[in-house]
């Protein structure tokens, strides 16, 4: 598992821990993620949805500009890289990578990887102070994620 690498989710992770309220298309296993280590807590990913609805997430990027990013990733396609929906899980429940013509997707921006950072730094910090609605079932679930990571 590489940070800032695209990445598909297993179905366990999807219907058990992933918040229903939160981007999915389990038709097509999307959505894809980048993953981001934690920094304090060694085996705890989070990771950071994208969307390409990217009229829907215009005005709210306007008006909470941590919230995420709008980014051409691999060339074709536009998405939102939602900081605002920023999930913790493990490594296990990666399913696959996402790949570009069979070649692992990683993004190697480092001024759009600074960016990323940053906003997703400071929507945990909103999570774990109770300022986001759903910071109890995002801190419930990290909880839950590291008692599983001490078995």
Avoid: C
Wanted: proline residues 6%.
């Amino acid at each position: 598992m590489i940070t800032f690498g695209l990445y598909v989710m297993t179905n366990d992770y999807m219907q058990n821990f992933y918040p229903m309220s939160y981007p999915q298309d389990k038709a097509f296993k999307r959505p894809f993620f980048l993953v981001i280590n934690d920094s304090l807590i060694n085996g705890l990913i989070w990771l950071v949805p994208l969307s390409s609805q990217i009229n829907k997430y215009k005005p709210i990027l306007s008006k909470y500009p941590n919230a995420g990013e709008i980014v051409n990733l691999y060339g074709k396609s536009i998405s939102v890289v939602l900081t605002q929906n920023i999930v913790p899980a493990l490594p296990e429940h990666i399913d696959r990578e996402y790949t570009v013509n069979g070649v692992p997707y990683v993004l190697r921006d480092a001024k759009l990887e600074k960016s990323i950072l940053s906003k997703a730094s400071s929507v945990r910090y909103l999570l774990e102070n109770g300022k986001i609605q759903q910071h109890k079932e995002i801190m419930a679930l990290k909880d839950k994620l590291i008692e599983e990571m001490k078995k």
